[in-house]
């Protein structure tokens, strides 16, 4: 009777610890499964946020290479150049307008005053490039550097060979590596394998392209129009 009695009680004992740990083990997967979902969450907003900065200063070196190549017919190879440029650099401000004139040699062919329409362009004066892309700010001046790092954009320029003809082109661009530096290495990794419509698809975000005839920007709509 005794040892039945005692063996109930072991057998009841063994139950709550078994019950117990069941539960610190379902305690613990809900924490990590709660901090593994959170951790991704946070890691996506932080990396919005950081890509929306360097967005902005890759949409300002497309605007100061395109207004490069406006003027010297290629694109800058450095932002020192680029930078000394768009300091004194101007547009020249023209106004087209059609009009109709005599055509001279229609009227004498036919013998009847004939008029041919031609597009008139008128010099109005010029505009700094600066103030113009920039809004009369100097931020053009630190274009190069990727926000929230000591690091700056890697850039390039050159020409590609489309059709027989040698076509300008450059490429500003960082690694995500740099931009989400203080991150989680598995993220970012995974990060860096994106393929997506929404995404910023590839291991860096990037303007232009040293392969391709291109200007335009790698991400997506959400951050703002990728070609100027």
Same mark, same amino acid.
């Given at each position: ?62 605007? $100061? ?11 800058? $190879? ?35 005053? +004939? ?7 008128? +010099? ?11 809004? $009369? ?21 050159? +020409? ?41 698809? $590839? ?7 040293? +392969? ?17």
């Amino acid at each position: 009777m005794s040892v039945t009695i005692i063996k109930s009680k072991t057998t009841h004992r063994m139950k709550l610890v078994i019950q117990l740990l069941l539960w610190v083990v379902i305690g613990v997967l809900g924490y990590l499964l709660f901090n593994s979902v959170y951790g991704e969450v946070k890691f996506n907003d932080l990396k919005v946020a950081r890509y929306q900065k360097s967005v902005d200063k890759l949409k300002d070196i497309q605007k $100061g290479q395109l207004a490069f190549k406006q003027i010297n017919g290629k694109f800058a $190879g450095s932002f020192d150049e680029l930078v000394k440029f768009l300091d004194t650099a101007e547009f020249t401000l023209t106004e087209r307008r059609d009009t109709l004139v005599l055509d001279e040699e229609a009227t004498r062919r036919y013998r009847v005053d +004939t008029r041919k329409e031609i597009t008139i362009i008128d +010099t109005l004066g010029k505009a700094s490039i600066k103030d113009s892309l920039y809004q $009369g700010t100097d931020r053009y001046k630190t274009m190069m550097n990727v926000p929230g790092t000591d690091k700056q954009f890697e850039m390039e320029a050159g +020409t590609v060979l489309k059709n027989d003809v040698q076509i300008p082109v450059f490429e500003a661009k960082v690694s995500k590596d740099v931009i989400l530096f203080d991150q989680p290495k598995d993220y970012v990794a995974k990060e860096k394998q994106v393929i997506s419509v929404e995404g910023v698809n $590839g291991a860096y975000l990037s303007v232009g392209s040293m +392969t391709e005839v291109s200007t335009a920007g790698n991400w997506p709509q959400s951050y703002g129009d990728s070609e100027d």
